[in-house]
């Protein structure tokens, strides 16, 4: 079992910047892909952005390229998604997850572990 707890979302004015981070536990975190999606109400839960066991690779949906960058420490067992340039439409829950696959990472059946999300809330 991997543990995955997220932190950091919160409200912010259009235009602005969040970080947020996701601290794992329970097995060994370098063993998986991790990424990061969103789920805003009534909608399905999007995929928004991936990066590979040692960080190497990193994958992002079109809507937030050149916006989001995704990172991992290793040493820190932890995953970040640094966003700028927040918008409106940026608002929504933000879910990290891990992969032990290695394939799939842009959608959600990619993902074997969740956290429990982290409200963002972009004021325009």
């Known amino acids: 079992q991997v543990q995955l707890v997220e932190s950091g979302g919160g409200l912010v004015q259009a235009g602005g910047s969040l970080r947020l981070s996701c601290a794992a536990s329970g097995r060994t975190f370098s063993d998986y892909a991790m990424g990061w999606f969103r789920q805003a109400p009534g909608k399905e839960r999007d995929f928004v952005a991936a990066?590979?066991?040692?960080?190497?690779?990193?994958y992002y949906a079109d809507s937030v390229k050149g916006r989001f960058t995704i990172s991992r420490d290793n040493a820190k067992n932890t995953v970040y998604l640094q966003m700028n340039s927040l918008k409106p439409e940026d608002t929504a829950v933000y879910y990290c997850?891990?992969?032990?696959?290695?394939?799939?990472?842009?959608?959600?059946?990619?993902?074997?572990?969740w956290g429990q999300g982290t409200q963002v809330t972009v004021s325009s």
């Open positions: 990066v590979s066991w040692t960080g190497s690779n990193t």
């Open positions: 997850a891990a992969s032990g696959k290695p394939y799939g990472w842009g959608i959600r059946t990619g993902y074997d572990y």
